[in-house]
C-alpha cells in the first residue's frame, strides 16, 4: 500500500510561519508517499489555500464527538470538512494525558470522524512504566479495541502507534520492538485490517527514517518535531 507521511504541527508556529511551511511541503516533487499536514485550528484555512493545487492533504489535530451544539471551543468533525480537512488526528496520547480522554472519547469522536467522511488517524501507545513491566502490546492491544468504531478499517482508517516515552524525547524504540508492535497492531485488527496503515511515530527524523520505514508492517509516518521544517519533514518522506 502506499505510505502517508503525515506531520503533526501541534501547538507551535504563527500564521506566516503556518503558510510558508504549508507552500514549502506544497512545492516538493512528487514522493513516493501521500503527504499530510495537520496545522493548529486557527491555521487550517490559510494552510489549506497554501496547499491549493499540491497533492498534499489537509488534516485537523482534534475533532469533538458531537455533531453541533453548546460546546464552547471545541470543533465539530463536519466543520473540519467544510474547511477542506480530509484527515483528523484523534486519541493522541497529549490529548489522552492533558484532557483525560479515554478509549471510549476516542471512539466516539472516531465515529464522528467517519460520518462526516473524515479519515481518523488514531494514535495508541504504552508509557515508559507499561513498556518496562512488560505490558506493552497488552496495552495497545486494548487501546485498539476501545478506541476503533465498527468500520474503522473498510473506511480507510488509519493506526498511529506512538510510544509515549519516544515522543519528543529524542528516543525510540528498538526496531525489533517497533516491528514486533507493528504485528501485533496488525494481528488485532484481523482481516478487515489487512490493508489499514499502521503509522510509526515518536522522534522520527531524518537520521533514522530510513530504517523505521523499511520495517514490516510499517505504512509510514506520524511526525511531530521535523516535521517543523519542511526539509526534514520533506527528507523522511524521501527515505522511502
Not at 486557527?42 to 497554501?50: D, K, N, Q, R, T
Not at 489499514?196 to 522522534?203: E, F, N, V
Request: hydrophobic content about 50%; proline content about 5%.
Amino acid at each position: 500500500m502506499r505510505p502517508l507521511i503525515a506531520g503533526n504541527w501541534k501547538m507551535n508556529g504563527t500564521l506566516a510561519e503556518a503558510i510558508d511551511l504549508a507552500r514549502s511541503v506544497a512545492a516538493a516533487p512528487p514522493q513516493k508517499a501521500d503527504l499530510l499536514v495537520c496545522p493548529p485550528f486557527p491555521h487550517l484555512v490559510p494552510v489549506a489555500g497554501a496547499l491549493l493545487k499540491s497533492e498534499v492533504a489537509l488534516g485537523a489535530q482534534d475533532c469533538h464527538a458531537a455533531a453541533k451544539g453548546a460546546h464552547t471551543g471545541d470543533v465539530s468533525a463536519a466543520m473540519l470538512a467544510d474547511l477542506g480537512a480530509g484527515y483528523v488526528i484523534l486519541g493522541h496520547s497529549e490529548r489522552r494525558a492533558d484532557h483525560g480522554e479515554t478509549d471510549a472519547t476516542v471512539r466516539a469522536k472516531a465515529e464522528a470522524a467517519l460520518a462526516a467522511k473524515l479519515v481518523p488517524v488514531v494514535c495508541v501507545g504504552e508509557s515508559e512504566a507499561e513498556r518496562l513491566s512488560g505490558q506493552a502490546e497488552a496495552v495497545v492491544a486494548t487501546q485498539l479495541a476501545g478506541s476503533l468504531p465498527e468500520g474503522f478499517a473498510a473506511a480507510g482508517g488509519v493506526v498511529a502507534y506512538e510510544p509515549v516515552w519516544a515522543i519528543g524525547t529524542g528516543r525510540t524504540p528498538t526496531e525489533d520492538d517497533i516491528a514486533a508492535m507493528h504485528a501485533r497492531i496488525r494481528a488485532e485488527l484481523g482481516a478487515t485490517g489487512a490493508k489499514l496503515r499502521i503509522l510509526y511515530g515518536g522522534s522520527m527524523k531524518p537520521s533514522n527514517a530510513a530504517a523505521i520505514l523499511a520495517l514490516p508492517n510499517v505504512d509510514g509516518g506520524l511526525i511531530g518535531g521535523a516535521s517543523l521544517k519542511a526539509e526534514d519533514f520533506l527528507a523522511i518522506a524521501g527515505a522511502l
